[in-house]
């Protein structure tokens, strides 16, 4: 595959990289707790819910919309060959309701969860169909490789909108400047996307006639797809870590803010500083699992950022309040093994699905992983509505973290690749 396009597909995660640091993990959920959520809470399902309680509840619950959807979704952009089109779309869906956060304001705390909750459902199946061109422009020996490369250009894009929005907050002396910060990450998805989308385009030429749209032969094929799956032992396993450590991994995404500002009592100022020590530190250990994966294996490499994670999420409870090194060392701790895991987990899943199927096995993955990660962040969230303390609530996190790499150490990588591959002609 030509180089524009490697750069194309690469550019995306630079695109969406600034949605997921600035509005899910650094920026909104401090402002839903500080501006947004009534000082005494808001009163849903019989009982009164706190800003770090009802975030864990909104995170966790928003993606039950697409456990349905996305292996169908997966199935059809490949049987159609139109994951670029389909990406298109999601984009579009995304960026729209990530630029309307622009008008939340306090009190708006249901229109900023209803805002909030698309944008996140679109950039979950933006992901599928990202995702799933991975194998179309890489091989085995090339696809940890490209991984890492757009792991890190979204690093590196994330870093430098959170900076952005760090100045232009701290600058700006208007109740407006936070949510146009978490609006801006909408204008700027979607108008890296155009360049990205424009540079990929003819990667699913030449794979035959697309075929007319029909419904039910693509729940059959999904069907058949999945009971194939079944077949593969090794990436079901795999799939069941990703499950595991993948609640453990975004919960920490999307309640660090919160807990930050509302445990440690921690100024939103030195969250958003602590989410750029973690995009910058990302970047460069996101490039170099890619080179300690080819040295050492990349079962080895992602047990050893797995167990860093543990650790890191161990050391959270003892981040004493009010103290700024402290939390900002656990940052750097987290930069080091938080590219490692995504891109060796991108990469590695990748290399284990069948050809010609990638969108529609990356959907199944999304459907197990997603339906996983409901359960990280609602952990949490009941765990501090019974004890009344967020410390207690972030060692769910750990929990979750072991339970993965327990499962993960039981994968035969090799096994699950070959298993993928169809076995080769006999002639003679």
Not at 358 to 385: D, H, K, M, N, T
């Amino acid at each position: 595959m030509s180089i524009r396009a490697i750069r194309g597909w690469s550019l995306y995660d630079a695109a969406t990289s600034p949605f997921s640091t600035t509005t899910v993990g650094a920026v909104l959920p401090v402002y839903f707790h500080e501006v947004v959520m009534p000082a005494g809470g808001v009163t849903f399902l019989g009982a009164t819910w706190s800003a770090e309680s009802l975030w864990g509840l909104l995170t966790g619950t928003g993606p039950l919309v697409l456990l349905v959807v996305l292996p169908l979704l997966g199935a059809l952009a490949d049987r159609d060959r139109s994951k670029i089109r389909s990406l298109a779309l999601a984009t579009f869906a995304g960026a729209t309701a990530s630029t309307a956060l622009v008008w939340s304001g306090p009190g708006d705390v249901w229109m900023t969860a209803g805002l909030f909750s698309t944008a996140t459902l679109a950039a979950g199946a933006a992901g599928i169909f990202y995702d799933g061109l991975l194998n179309d422009i890489t091989d085995l020996d090339t696809v940890d490789r490209v991984s890492a490369r757009g792991m890190a250009y979204g690093f590196v894009a994330g870093a430098i909108h959170l900076v952005a929005s760090l100045v232009l907050i701290a600058v700006w002396d208007d109740p407006l400047a936070t949510p146009v910060a978490v609006a801006s990450t909408g204008v700027w998805w979607g108008g890296m996307a155009v360049v990205s989308l424009r540079s990929m385009r003819g990667i699913e030429e030449g794979g035959g006639n697309r075929a007319e749209f029909d419904s039910g032969s693509v729940i059959r094929n999904a069907w058949a797809s999945l009971r194939r799956a079944q077949q593969m032992p090794d990436l079901w396993k795999l799939i069941l870590a990703k499950t595991l450590y993948g609640n453990g991994v975004q919960t920490t995404v999307v309640m660090t803010a919160v807990f930050a500002s509302e445990t440690l009592r921690l100024d939103g100022t030195i969250v958003i500083v602590a989410f750029l020590v973690v995009q910058v530190v990302s970047g460069f250990s996101t490039r170099a699992a890619a080179r300690v994966s080819e040295l050492i294996g990349i079962r080895s490499a992602m047990t050893l950022a797995l167990i860093g994670w543990i650790g890191a999420a161990g050391a959270a409870y003892l981040v004493p309040s009010g103290e700024v090194i402290p939390f900002l060392g656990l940052a750097v701790g987290i930069g080091l093994v938080f590219g490692a895991i995504a891109t060796l987990s991108r990469s590695l899943f990748a290399s284990m699905i069948p050809p010609g199927r990638s969108a529609e096995f990356f959907g199944y993955e999304s459907l197990a992983s997603r339906f996983g990660v409901i359960w990280g962040p609602l952990a949490f969230s009941a765990a501090r509505q019974t004890t009344g303390s967020g410390r207690l609530a972030i060692l769910t996190v750990v929990v979750f973290l072991v339970a993965g790499l327990v499962v993960f150490r039981r994968v035969d990588i090799e096994a699950g690749r070959a298993a993928a591959r169809p076995a080769p002609a006999h002639t003679g």
